[in-house]
Every structure is written in C-alpha cells, then in structure tokens.
C-alpha cells in the first residue's frame, strides 16, 4: 500500500501545484487584458475535482495498487507536460480569453480542440482503476462528462464572441 499511497501524495501535490500555476497565470493574464467567462460554473467543476481526489483519500486505505492501471496513469503525465508546455503562461483552470490573441495550435492543439479535457477524462477514470475502484470511476467520469457538457459550450461560445471582435 506504501506505493499507492505515494502516487496519491504525488496527484494531491501534483494538483495543488497546478492551482497556483494557474492562479498566477490568470492573474498575468488579467493584468495584460484578459477576460473571464464561464465563471458561474467554475465552482462546479472545483467541487467535483476535489470530491474526487477527497474520496479517493477515504476509499483507497486498504485497496492494493494495480500497477497496470497505475502505469497507465503515470503515461498519462507526459501528456499533461505536453498540454501545460504547450499553453505555457495561458494555462488555467478557469476559461480566460485574451482579446487579439490567437488561438495555440502547438503541441497536442495540432489535432485535437480540448487535450486537456481529453486528458483529464482519462485521468479521471483511470487512477480509480489503479486501486480497484471501476464504480467510482464510473461515477465520476459522469460528473466530469456533466461538467465538461457545460464547460465546453461556455469556452466555445467565449471563442466565437471574442473571435467575432477581432474580425471587426
């Protein structure tokens, strides 16, 4: 169980970090013109990120880590260095529209419109997996998908109105 727990530690710092990379971003983006939109949902989206981290904290004591699935999960991360290299300073939780500025369409943006969704969809259901938890996985990947449904259409529509300004 030593090793399970070590990966929880690890995402739960991981995660933590990531909070405070992105509040800084949003910070310097705001202090160069940036927007937010889509704030409504925003809480939404935090409480089920943390109900999941949470439960895992109180669910996964006496479960075995699956390597195989943990693996998988630890792969995933190359991913998320990608994404994060990628984005660099635009980087964020929350959807932050700097007007003028071109979409990113480096790295992973090359072929796909949402990675990090995609990513976090995957991560969302495979770290349950490494500790034997298919249910939970389930269950959250259904609270994200309800999630993402709104957060989506929030950025795109944020996409197409800021985009409709730069043309005019």
């Known amino acids: ?14 995660r933590i970090c990531e909070l405070a990379w992105a509040r800084r971003n949003t910070r310097r983006l ?7 939109v889509g704030a409504r949902h ?3 989206i935090v409480f089920v990120h943390a109900a999941w981290l949470l439960g895992l904290w109180m669910l ?8 195989g699935w943990a693996g998988v999960y630890v792969a995933l991360q190359a991913a998320r260095i990608w994404i994060l290299a990628s984005l660099g300073d ?6 932050i529209v700097l007007p ?6 480096t790295g992973p943006y090359r072929f796909v419109s949402h990675p990090n969704y995609l990513l976090v969809v995957a991560e969302i259901a495979v770290l349950p997996l490494a500790y034997g938890l298919p249910g939970y996985a389930v269950l959250f990947s259904l609270m994200n ?3 993402l449904r709104i957060r989506i259409r929030a950025e795109m529509q944020a996409f197409e109105r800021f985009s409709a300004l730069q043309t005019t």
Do not use: C, F, N, S
């Open 1 to 14: 169980m030593r090793l399970g727990l070590a990966l929880l530690i690890l995402v739960t710092l991981q």
């Open 42 to 44: 925003y809480g939404l």
């Open 90 to 95: 635009r980087w964020t939780t929350r959807i």
């Open 30 to 36: 705001k202090a160069r013109g940036a927007v937010e």
């Open 100 to 105: 003028k500025a071109p979409l990113v369409r």
């Open 145 to 147: 998908a309800a999630v």
């Open 60 to 67: 996964v004591w006496d479960h075995p880590l699956i390597l």
